[in-house]
Nanobody, 119 residues
Framework: QVQLVESGGGLVQAGGSLRLSCTAS????????MGWFRQAPGKERVFVAQ????????VYAESVKGRFTISRDNAKNTVYLQMNSLESADTAVYYC????????????WGQGTQVTVSS
């Protein structure tokens, strides 16, 4: 089992920045690819970004490319999502997720953290 705890959400004005953190426990962190997803009110949960365990491959949703950066610190069992130039459309609950490197499914999820961007 992998336990994930997110932090760093909050209220920010449009154009501002936030950094989300997700700390994992329970397994060897570097064996897991980590992802961020978000769910806006009344909408489905969607992919935002992911990073492989080796930290060499990162993938982003088109809507956040150039504004968001995913990174990880395997020594701290933590993955980050730096969010810059925030827009009202970025308002959502953000979820951290983990999948074993050989799996295609994110099987472990955090409880989510609210990000609200005011215009």
């Amino acid at each position: 089992q992998v336990q994930l705890v997110e932090s760093g959400g909050g209220l920010v004005q449009a154009g501002g920045s936030l950094r989300l953190s997700c700390t994992a426990s329970g397994r060897t962190f570097s064996n897991y690819a980590m992802g961020w997803f978000r769910q806006a009110p009344g909408k489905e949960r969607v992919f935002v970004a992911q990073i492989r365990g080796s930290d060499t491959i990162k993938v982003y949703a088109e809507s956040v490319k150039g504004r968001f950066t995913i990174s990880r610190d395997n020594a701290k069992n933590t993955v980050y999502l730096q969010m810059n130039s925030l827009e009202s459309a970025d308002t959502a609950v953000y979820y951290c997720a983990a999948r074993y490197e050989s799996s295609s499914v994110f099987g472990y999820w955090g409880q989510g953290t609210q990000v609200t961007v005011s215009s």
